[in-house]
């Protein structure tokens, strides 16, 4: 069964960082992807940024590309979003979701949340101005 735990979530003023985690487990395939996903009340969810394990192949939303970084470490079974020069606009729930054992590659659909069968349980991340 896989399970995904985010951590890291709180408060920070505009400007600031914040590193959020995602601890894994239950992971039958090598090839996987992962990615982190917000949604803040009353907006529909967001892709963030994603990780695929072909290639250590990084994806980001426009909304970030810059300023926020994935990085996984296979030791400790952990995916990092790394959140530097945080704005208001950044203040949301993150998510991190997986899905493991496909063939065809990553292409647009790595921004749709229907295509990652496995979610966490999100953490609270706010940032004032």
């Known amino acids: 069964q896989v399970q995904l735990v985010e951590s890291g979530g709180g408060s920070v003023q505009a400007g600031g960082s914040l590193r959020l985690s995602c601890a894994f487990s239950?992971?039958?395939?090598?090839?996987?992807?992962m990615g982190w996903f917000r949604q803040s009340p009353g907006k529909e969810r967001e892709a963030v940024a994603a990780?695929?394990?072909?290639?250590?192949?990084?994806y980001y939303a426009d909304s970030v590309k810059g300023r926020f970084t994935v990085s996984r470490d296979d030791a400790k079974n952990t995916l990092y979003l790394q959140m530097d020069s945080l704005k208001p606009e950044d203040t949301a729930t993150y998510y991190c979701?997986?899905?493991?054992?496909?063939?065809?590659?990553?292409?647009?659909?790595?921004?749709?949340?229907?295509?990652?069968?496995?979610w966490g349980q999100g953490t609270q991340v706010t940032v004032s101005s």
């Open positions: 239950g992971y039958t395939y090598s090839t996987y992807i």
């Open positions: 979701a997986t899905r493991q054992g496909f063939s065809s590659g990553v292409g647009s659909w790595w921004t749709r949340g229907t295509e990652y069968p496995f």
């Open positions: 990780f695929y394990t072909e290639g250590s192949t990084t």
